[in-house]
């Protein structure tokens, strides 16, 4: 009797292998971003692992398609982005040689809030700003640094989850637990900066990009301006000389800089001011690339604002 019992737990035991066996071959997944990248790569974990266009330290405004790039692009079966609001210089790229390629555009995804565009990124009209048409245009516009509320981040997840089902039937148990266990690491996560950041609410602090808006709408944060409109354009001495009087003015606690831009144009604003200085990465490029990446740039962009407007007077 014990060993016919034992022979049937083996077979079931056996069975249970064979139905597991190996997880098939992940297709070929490429996102544009390394936030984007993360989300994805948690929801493949265990399958694969999606490929990355703007890699290492280097910044998306500032970003030029390599040769291994493109070949990514036409290996593709799947492709993610957050679209021409963010990475205009992959809208060309994606329509010479993703033919293969299921394309998913996040900026305009089910489940995605997005924000408008704050107009110069100071809040207010700059030096470089003639008037014309663009004002109109701008209005238009959406702000693409979408993944900095984890609520979009949810989205995506859920998104990268139906995507990736649907083109890969054998692996779509694993990409739902995935999923699953990823959109509850977010509400922790979503959490855990609502009461590390509540303490910060209304202090003001000047940004060196306008980044930072879908942080600042889902924490109840006060950035009053920023250091450039456009990352890739160095700002004017008047604009310089402007937001060192809205620090003055207003207060600021500090002002932050980025990784991949000039420090020095933060201390010519803070230059006998009671701001102190500080260094956000919106785009986790000093973070290496991975499942973890998302979680460890929202937290370290919480610790570092923290850091700078808490500390003692």
């Excluded at 004002?135 to 859920?158: F, Q």
Aim: hydrophobic share 45%; net charge neutral; aromatic share 6%.
């Amino acid at each position: 009797m014990r060993n016919r019992r034992l022979c049937r737990s083996l077979a079931v035991l056996l069975i249970g292998i064979a139905m597991a066996g190996p997880a098939a071959a992940a297709p070929e997944v490429v996102a544009s971003i390394k936030p984007i990248h993360s989300l994805i790569a948690g929801v493949m974990e265990g399958v694969g692992e999606p490929g990355l266009i703007v890699a290492g330290s280097s910044s998306p405004h500032l970003y030029t398609l390599r040769p291994s790039d493109a070949q990514r692009l036409a290996q593709a079966r799947l492709i993610f982005w957050i679209g021409p609001i963010f990475e205009g210089f992959l809208m060309k790229p994606l329509a010479a040689l993703a033919a293969k390629a299921e394309i998913v555009e996040l900026d305009r995804a089910p489940g995605v809030m997005l924000l408008p565009a704050r107009e110069g990124g100071a809040w207010e009209k700059d030096e470089h700003h003639h008037g014309g048409d663009h004002g109109a245009a701008a209005e238009a516009e959406r702000d693409g640094h979408l993944w900095l509320d984890p609520r979009n981040a949810k989205a995506i997840v859920r998104i990268a989850v139906a995507r990736l089902s649907a083109l890969d039937h054998a692996n779509a148990p694993r990409y739902a637990a995935n999923g699953a266990a990823l959109e509850q690491r977010l509400d922790d996560l979503d959490a855990a900066l609502e009461r590390r950041l509540a303490p910060i609410r209304g202090m003001p602090f000047v940004v060196f990009h306008d980044a930072y808006q879908y942080l600042e709408k889902r924490y109840g944060l006060s950035a009053i301006g920023s250091i450039t409109v456009s990352p890739g354009n160095p700002p004017g001495a008047r604009r310089l000389q402007t937001m060192r009087s809205k620090v003055m003015a207003l207060g600021a606690r500090c002002v932050f800089s980025e990784p991949n831009f000039e420090p020095s144009l933060v201390r010519t604003i803070t230059e006998g001011t009671s701001a102190a200085t500080g260094i956000l990465d919106p785009e986790g490029t000093a973070l290496p690339a991975g499942p973890l990446l998302y979680e460890a740039l929202m937290t370290r962009l919480g610790d570092a604002l923290v850091g700078c407007l808490a500390r003692p007077s």
